[in-house]
């Protein structure tokens, strides 16, 4: 009974923080960075956000061309076959664009924010591979999290 109690106040005390860091914002906020790496930061945003969010529409409409695939034919599985193909290869370039992005802002911090930087987005890579069905990758530009669209949150235009 007192092992049970124990480990329950051990994982309260472990989802505290995760709860109540629960946005990029809030994480940003907390890297205390200054006006010239906020404006670093956003403006390698802007940078990638649009090739982003076309990655993820074109990833979008090929998995809806996927799904509507009639897959009784050797002509439909042979479009199926040509569609995840296709899929795979836009995730590698989502997938190469994150880590571009992530590399740039990275540049931009002192060496303890970037500590507290790459710890950070390890963890929220880690949460949504855990918890996304397969094939829908990481958050990008114009998504929730840490390359959320600046305009969106408040910032830029």
């Not at 190469?96 to 911090?109: A, D, I, P, T, W």
């Not at 060496?111 to 963890?123: A, M, T, V």
Request: proline letters at 4%.
């Amino acid at each position: 009974m007192t092992a049970h109690i124990l480990l329950s106040l051990i994982l309260i005390c472990l989802a505290l923080p995760v709860q109540a860091q629960d946005s990029y914002q809030d994480f940003e906020k907390g890297l205390n960075l200054t006006d010239t790496q906020k404006q670093q930061v956003e403006g390698i945003k802007r940078k990638y956000i649009d090739e982003w969010q076309g990655l993820k529409n074109e990833s979008a409409r090929k998995r809806i061309e996927l799904r509507d695939v009639d897959r009784s034919s050797p002509a439909g599985r042979e479009r199926a076959k040509r569609l995840e193909s296709e899929l795979y290869g836009i995730q590698a370039s989502r997938e190469n664009l994150y880590r571009q992005y992530r590399g740039e802002v990275s540049g931009v911090l002192d060496e303890r924010q970037r500590g507290r930087y790459d710890k950070f987005l390890d963890g929220e890579r880690h949460r949504r591979m855990m918890s996304e069905p397969p094939g829908r990758g990481m958050t990008g530009p114009g998504q929730r999290g840490m390359m959320q669209d600046p305009q969106r949150r408040g910032h830029g235009k």
